[in-house]
């Protein structure tokens, strides 16, 4: 039988959807699924909104990763957008580089991609590539969302946000419960207040 489908849209600024990329990487070694990347633009999302200065001077910055990510999905293929995901993140979570032109670079240099991609963070040539994919997970969960969002088959949810990573079976029984939820018809919203901040281990 065919792998599961799962299909995932993060922005790299965001810990939480960094927390969930590494918790699906966990539920594809317990789970017979094959997840695929995709892109939603937290810049995108907040056009418009009345934001404080310190976040809109962070949407700004934000161009820069999700325009990179676009520019080398389009000219290498939709395989790159994992890799580069994960130098990205890897520089901004873990290593909590603020720099984002300096984290981009160094991550098209160590996943083997054309330096002069750097060069589509000054432009809107890939904007309508990003805005569909971004549209694409706001058609499935409606727009008073963030990133992640997750579909699996027909169903798709925002989240899980959580904090740390379950791991193995853990991971398993999170991803089950999550499309279970998620799948029921008329269920909108499960939710309590954060008690702890991304823990990356």
């Not at 699996?152 to 079976?169: D, I, L, N, R, T």
Request: net charge negative.
């Amino acid at each position: 039988m065919p792998k599961q489908s799962v299909e995932m849209w993060f922005d790299p600024l965001c810990p939480w959807a960094w927390l969930t990329s590494r918790w699906l990487m966990e539920v594809e070694q317990v789970r017979d699924v094959e997840v695929t990347w995709s892109q939603m633009s937290l810049s995108v999302l907040n056009e418009g909104r009345d934001l404080d200065e310190d976040y809109l001077d962070l949407m700004a910055r934000g161009w820069t990763p999700v325009r990179v990510i676009a520019a080398a999905r389009r000219a290498h293929g939709d395989e790159v957008t994992k890799p580069l995901y994960d130098a990205i993140g890897t520089r901004i979570h873990l290593q909590e580089q603020r720099d984002f032109r300096t984290v981009v670079s160094e991550a098209l240099a160590e996943v083997g991609l054309p330096a002069e991609l750097i060069d589509a963070a000054d432009g809107e040539e890939h904007d309508e590539f990003l805005r569909e994919s971004h549209q694409r997970a706001i058609d499935l969960v409606g727009d008073d969302v963030g990133t992640p969002v997750i579909s699996v088959g027909e169903v798709a949810f925002f989240g899980p946000v959580v904090s740390p990573v379950p791991k193995g079976e853990d991971a398993g029984r999170l991803f089950d419960g999550c499309v279970l939820v998620a799948g029921t018809d008329g269920f909108f919203e499960l939710k309590r207040t954060r008690t702890r901040d991304p823990i990356f281990d």
